[in-house]
């Protein structure tokens, strides 16, 4: 099972598996659909979109790397707006909102994941938006709706994630027994990792559980 410590870290796996697998996937099906409607120029131009939107989507990543924030808003609206039907736009969704949060603009932050919720229809990339809005709805002080995103993701793989930050909810929210309960149960996922998940992520997890005062056996999920 592969752990991911960092949304970057979950976002990079998600990018690299659709660079290796979406154009086949996607390739597929249009062959399917030019064979039916015998539609060789329309396969022909839905790959030059594809291509365009690649080509966008890397301009854009280029742009964020050389921090010129505004170009690479630019690029990530043109991909929402003139190829939001590539998984392209959904990435550049994710880096907006990442942006959107980092200058604090939480609303349009939201607004980025909601939009990646409602159209990308790709589990990963939903589940990553889901994981985002709930630390935005925690950094807000809304406890509840952060818990409510929680509960909508489905992926074993991001357990670990889901668990320790949940605990850092119940800490907020002063329940400290379902704080303690939920970083015993990261740090039970990490054991149960096949990879070698990082000392550093399982000492901050400990530290955590001493700060509230012991690590209790887990005994089940807190609701």
Known sequence: MDVYTTEDEQVEAIKKWWKENWLSLVGGVLIGIGILFGGKYWIDTK?????????????????????KTLEAETRAASLLGQYA??????????????????ADDLVAAKSHLR??????????????????LARIYLAENNYDDALAQLKLVKSDKHKIVIEELKGDIYVAKGETENARTAYSMALAEMDLSADNTSSRLRN???MKIDDLGGSPIPQGEPG
Do not use: C
Request: glycine residues 2%; aromatic residues 10%.
């Open 115 to 132: 939009w990646v919720l409602d159209n990308s229809g790709q589990e990963e990339l939903t589940q990553e938006a889901l994981i985002r």
């Open 47 to 67: 790959n030059y979109h594809a291509a365009a939107a690649s080509m966008e989507y890397e301009a854009m990543v280029q742009s964020m790397a050389q921090n």
């Open 204 to 206: 901050f997890l400990q």
């Open 85 to 102: 039907d590539t998984p392209y736009a959904a990435f550049a969704a994710l880096s907006m909102a990442k942006i959107k949060t980092e």
